[in-house]
């Protein structure tokens, strides 16, 4: 009886564990996202795009603003896991390259985090998922 109690309890866990690793899996972020941020020395929220794309590798990508300093500006070191996205971009502010640390954690179709650079400059960033490639 012992036996069986144990063997179904740990049938039930493996499809527990089987069914919530295929519900990970199901989550595809390609697609276009848009949102907002805030940067230093603008004084209206900056309007960003994310592009992502799903590659063999994981997904790739470009970041975009309407101010022009951003344009399809490549991501790099993209991570996707436990519904937590990290990546880095360059981009140079006309004298310097600077580099930008992304965070964001996935919830549906929005992401929601913040960026920071080397200099301790940050800010959240809200995006929304506006249409899948």
């Known amino acids: 009886m012992?036996?069986?109690?144990?063997?179904l309890t740990l049938f039930?866990?493996?499809?527990t564990f089987t069914y919530g690793v295929?519900?990970?899996?199901?989550?595809?972020?390609?697609g276009t996202w848009e949102g907002s941020t805030d940067v230093p020395d603008v004084p209206e929220p900056v309007k960003m795009t994310l592009v992502l794309e799903k590659t063999d590798?994981?997904?790739?990508?470009?970041?975009?603003?309407?101010?022009g300093m951003l344009q399809n500006a490549e991501i790099e070191d993209f991570e996707f896991e436990d519904n937590y996205v990290t990546f880095n971009f360059t981009f140079y502010d006309g004298f310097d390259y600077i580099a930008?640390?992304?965070?964001l954690t996935v919830e549906g179709n929005k992401m929601n985090?913040?960026?920071?650079?080397e200099d301790g400059s940050?800010?959240?960033?809200?995006?929304?998922?506006?249409?899948?490639?």
């Open 2 to 7: 012992k036996r069986t109690v144990f063997t």
């Open 12 to 15: 039930i866990l493996l499809l």
């Open 22 to 30: 295929s519900l990970c899996q199901k989550v595809d972020l390609s």
């Open 57 to 67: 590798e994981g997904y790739s990508g470009t970041i975009n603003d309407n101010i």
């Open 100 to 103: 930008v640390y992304i965070t």
């Open 113 to 117: 985090g913040h960026w920071e650079t």
């Open 122 to 133: 940050s800010a959240p960033i809200e995006l929304e998922k506006i249409n899948q490639e």
